[in-house]
């Protein structure tokens, strides 16, 4: 069990929201959608894959089987879901540093919802309604969602590099090399494993077993130590 | 600026730069505390001594600067031999309880920074608990003489003690000889004391305006936070000391009861050695290649110029940077201080004049985090993201840290690396965890943030000498422009760790209640 695969961390938070009011949280969701502009800052927030608001009605949990209890819940519930690079902490600053509205916009009619600012209050609603991460799969564990966005962009422009890379003189070719490079040159950065985000011990040795297999899978050539 | 802090409380070094004070020479002590009770007499007894952050300057009711000054600091393992209550003690973060040595995966302090080639106290501490680090005691002096006179003041006040604290020996000095304390001082060129460190870079330029700790408004200019119309305010004191509200509207988390935490604050002391005969070579090395030739590369690899501090986003090629030189020499000391700390990267965004992986961008990127790529823009280019967060600088002005301290040692032989010269660096801040070792870990050793991948800072990343690591780091052109970005490949460890931890600056009032033992969090 690991809220972290690779550079990715998986976030899942539920918390009640009266269920009289949930309707509100739908409008406020379906606004934001049809007005990308209320998602600026959290498009630029840079270290977020995606993030999910869903409305779950205080019948339309899962009934598995007929053995299952029937459960009577109080409240309806709200969804959060969300992929990010980066830490815990990195990622429920960033949003309280630089969103601090929009959250509150979104779970206001959560109850006992303490606002994003003052943060000690905030990290602790957090907490207490996350729900860890039973299994987490990572197709690329060493890439963040910006290297995966650069991969494509180095690729595409390599591809069409490449239609043309023999034609004209040696000049031009190297006129549009330059201009190839300057055009990736926010998209050129190194993929090595992530900075530590999580103290757990499995966390740190897995990452050590990860360096340690990669020393072993790629040995140094003849010459370069 | 309307609040007025209690200067009389807070220990000098948290307000005072004192190199910039004339204290161009600095002894730092580390004690281990071996009996309680006399320990806390000598808290008690240096307490009278400590220098605290009041106007200094003459007339009625002033207080004289002082010859020479005191300032004190202690490790969770220090206030706990000192025998402060569990209750009170459980309520220090819990990166301050660990130290920095338990924090080294945090802190990438790997290979040649690792705890194993630090300086013998620094190795030693945290194993067995006779060599524990305690007690940080810091003299700084106008005169090397009266540095002297300080330290046989502090000889005599352990020698007092009765055995109730030991100094602890074990840092390293010229042909490595084990000293007693770590001496630091400022590099002096042709006789004169500079700003200057070994690599050649003027240093403390930046430092953050803080509510009620920063006197002159004009110096909050680039140096506090810059709201969502432009301004700029001073960064919440709560940011720099315990017990004030933070930028977060919120008093930030500390021990009880809270005279122990108030006008208090967490410090990080890091001793770095560097490697000068390494980053001459590699600078020289790559300035024969680099358009604009070696001293602008140096000054891509900070941001700033070596000889002044000119900062690239204002000067970002020799043209320019005359210009700059004519402006810096005829301006008074305001003017100097706007010139060289009033400015954001938004004329910058797709770090053509200041790379993203420089020194200065990497610690305080300022109000220019909120970019994003626009698919109309010619390749290669990053924007602002206007109105993207409630303030530019959100992602920045919960990060930044007080820095203090002096370089040390001399560079005798630039060809070597391994003579006794670096920098000791101490940074304050109210939260270790969430400035100083998120901007170590995210912007120094890794560079998402600035959509560089894995790339690090130039100067203080560490750069792995293993080729299978090997550290690179890119240095951005006009996307208009028609040259090539330069790479730089295969970055040396520029900059190696010997040794810090982290301590605890308590107020005159903390100081007086961990003396007489009455610390009591009810």
Sequence with gaps: ?225 | MTKKLDLLDIQGNVLRPYGRFGYPVARYVFLHVSDGEKGRAFVGAVTKSVTTSVTWGAGPDQVPQPDWTVNIAFTYQGLKDLELPTASLIGFSSEFVAGMKNRKDILGDDGPSSPQAWDPIWRENRVTREKDVHIFISLNAHTPGLLEDSYAWLKGMIEASDGGVVLLSGHLGDNNAVMDYQDVKVVMENGLPTAKEHFGYVDGIGDPAVEGLTADPQFVLGRGKQMADGSWAPLATGEFLLGHIDEAGEYPPAPNPILLARNGTYMVYRKLHENVATFDAYLNEHGKHFPGGKELLAAKFVGRWRDNGAPLVKAPDQASKDAFDAQLAAADQQGRDALLSNFTYDDDMSGAKCPFSAHMRRINPRASLEFTRDPNDVPGSLKVSTGAFDTPGALTNRRRVLRRGLPYGDVKDRSRDDGNHGIVIMMLNADINRQFEFVQQQWINYGNDFKAGNDKEILLGNHSADERFASKAVIQVDPNSDQPPYFLSKIPRLVETRGGDYFFVPSMTALRMIASGVVDPT
Excluded: C
Excluded at chain 1, 122 to 137: A, D, G
Excluded at chain 1, 163 to 188: I, M, P, V, W
């Design chain 1, 1 to 225: 069990m690991s809220n972290v695969a690779g550079k990715s961390y998986a976030m899942n938070v539920i918390t009640p929201v009266r269920s009289h009011l949930a309707w509100v949280n739908k409008v406020i969701f379906w606004t934001a959608l049809k007005l990308p502009s209320t998602l600026k800052g959290l498009i630029t927030l840079s270290l977020i894959h995606y993030a999910r608001w869903v409305i779950i009605g205080k019948h339309q949990f899962p009934h598995l089987a007929p053995e299952q209890p029937k459960e009577a819940l109080s409240y309806s519930y709200m969804l959060f879901f969300s992929n990010f690079n980066g830490s815990w902490d990195q990622y429920v600053d960033s949003f309280t540093f630089a969103i601090p509205s929009g959250l509150d916009m979104f779970w206001k009619w959560n109850i006992r919802y303490p606002k994003s600012v003052a943060l000690t209050p905030f990290h602790k609603y957090i907490q207490y309604n996350q729900i860890e991460t039973l299994h987490y799969y990572n197709g690329y564990p060493l890439a963040t969602s910006n290297d995966v966005k650069s991969a494509k962009t180095v690729k595409d422009a390599l591809i069409a590099f490449d239609q043309t890379a023999h034609e004209g003189t040696d000049a031009t070719f190297l006129k549009r090399y330059h201009t190839l490079l300057r055009g990736l040159q926010h998209d050129l950065g190194d993929m090595y494993p992530t900075p530590i985000v999580s103290m757990s011990a499995y966390q740190v040795e897995r990452r050590t077993r990860w360096h340690a297999s990669q020393l072993q899978a790629n040995p140094l050539k003849r010459g370069q130590q």
